[in-house]
């Protein structure tokens, strides 16, 4: 069973802090996807990385790929309150399976 | 619409009814993805839809649990006898599926389901 360990759990902040979350497995991932959920919604997809050492960014988010694809971590410079949210990792085992989700890490940017 | 497209968006129910949750996915979109999320989890993989046909069902909990997508486009998810540990958002998710690697699924905003 592949699973994939997200942390911190929980984070509050001050507006204008960076931030680090990561998202960790024992296993391999064909391609690996971060998710921001608003309550009362869907998953709203962040981005994809497929290669591993891969880095991308998304203006003030940066996202990178471990070497061996088995973690990822989002890096927030900057924080904003709009950054508030649930950010969830996602793991694909490769073709068009399901995902693995992580628990989540509960970001709070306060103002 | 663009996006994913979930119905009813809330149902309650009584432990031992019958409910069905419909989703309508991307219009062109080949691959249909059913998640459960309980609350303070991360969504949990049901069944997949290539098609019309289930080509992988393993994460349904048990027999009380059936989905089913006729024409290739709109799925419905089907749950008999309910429990009260049944109560959960059910998200619906679709995807292009080109057979690359990306895997990229787009969500609808769930039926949030509660039994009583």
């Known amino acids: 069973t592949q699973l994939l360990e997200q942390s911190p759990q929980f984070l509050s902040i001050q507006e204008g802090e960076n931030l680090t979350v990561y998202c960790n497995s024992s296993s391999v991932f064909s391609s690996l996807q971060w998710y921001r959920q608003e309550p009362g919604e869907g998953p709203v997809l962040l981005v994809t990385?497929?290669?591993?050492?891969e880095v991308k960014k998304l203006k003030r988010l940066t996202f990178q790929f471990g070497d061996a694809r088995k973690d990822s971590s989002l890096h927030i410079t900057a924080a904003q309150p709009g950054d508030t949210g649930l950010y969830l990792c996602?793991?694909?085992?490769?073709?068009?399976?399901?995902?693995?989700f992580g628990k989540g890490t509960h970001l709070i940017i306060q103002p | 619409g663009a996006g994913v497209s979930q119905t009813p968006s809330n149902k309650v129910t009584e432990k031992g009814k019958y409910v069905e949750l419909r989703c309508d996915p991307i219009?062109?979109?080949?691959?249909l993805y059913w998640y459960r999320q309980s609350l303070g989890q991360g969504p949990e993989f049901l069944i997949y839809f290539q098609g019309t046909g289930a080509a992988d069902d393993s994460g349904l909990p048990n027999d009380r649990f059936f989905a089913v997508r006729p024409e290739g486009s709109v799925s419905t998810l089907k749950i008999q006898r309910t429990e009260r540990g049944d109560s959960a958002v059910y998200l619906c998710?679709?995807?292009?599926?080109?057979?690359?690697?990306?895997?990229?699924?787009?969500f609808g905003p769930g039926t949030r389901l509660t039994v009583l």
């Open positions: 219009s062109g979109h080949t691959a």
């Open positions: 990385v497929v290669t591993g050492g």
């Open positions: 996602a793991g694909s085992g490769g073709g068009a399976d399901g995902l693995t």
């Open positions: 998710a679709s995807s292009l599926n080109r057979g690359h690697i990306y895997n990229e699924q787009f």
